[in-house]
Structure formats: C-alpha cells, structure tokens
Nanobody, 126 residues
Framework: QVQLEESGGGLVQAGDSLRLSCAAS????????MGWFRQAPGKEREFVAF????????YYADSVKARFTISRDNAKNTLYLQMNSLKPDDTAVYYC???????????????????WGQGTQVTVSS
C-alpha cells in the first residue's frame, strides 16, 4: 500500500521559512518524478514544484520561483520543499504527489499524479 505523508507545515509570519517533508512508504521515490501542489480555501489545487525521477529537471510555479526549492533524499525515501521568504499568499494546504509512470503530459496538472498525501497546512500571517 502506497502512502505519502507530509509534515512540516505550521503558522509563520511573512518573511519566515519552512521546510516541508513528504515521507513515502510502499513506493520507491527514486523511481518516480514528484511534485508539490497547494490548495487555498475556495481555490483550485495549483502546481508549486516538480522534480524529475533522476533529479535532473526541476520546475517551479512563477509565484514561488527563487523562493522555494524542491529536493529529494532517495536514501530516506523523502521529498522536501524548502520555502523561504514566505508571503500571506502562500497560505494553503500543501500536498506532495507521485507522478504517473511515463506520463508525457504537463507536470503542472494534477491528473499527471496518481498518489497523493493528505496535505499539511501552511499559514503565513502578515
């Protein structure tokens, strides 16, 4: 049974940093490209960051570029999202997701991912 479990969310002030983790079980992360998405109240789930299975490719939403960094530790089977210079607009539930194998579509859309975590809340106060 595949499980992705996010952690590291919390309540912070604007300008602070957080590091989210996504621990996988039943799935070898090194075999999958991975993504982070977020969903704010009343809004659709949106793409945040992507890392390819071989770590060669990383992509970010324009809104987080230069502030967020996606990484993975294959030895720990864990995905990370380092978030710096947080803004109130970053407030959302953050989800990690494992991509569909050999998916050839856009990495920015949820349908390209077939395993999801339960999410972790990030709240940034102004």
């Amino acid at each position: 049974q595949v499980q992705l479990e996010e952690s590291g969310g919390g309540l912070v002030q604007a300008g602070d940093s957080l590091r989210l983790s996504c621990a996988a079980s039943g799935l070898t992360l090194s075999s999958r490209s991975m993504g982070w998405f977020r969903q704010a109240p009343g809004k659709e789930r949106e793409f945040v960051a992507f890392i390819s299975w071989n770590t060669v490719g990383t992509y970010y939403a324009d809104s987080v570029k230069a502030r967020f960094t996606i990484s993975r530790d294959n030895a720990k089977n864990t995905l990370y999202l380092q978030m710096n210079s947080l803004k109130p607009d970053d407030t959302a539930v953050y989800y990690c997701a494992a991509s569909v194998p050999f998916y050839s579509g856009s990495v920015h859309v949820p349908k390209g991912y077939n395993y999801w975590g339960q999410g972790t809340q990030v709240t940034v106060s102004s």
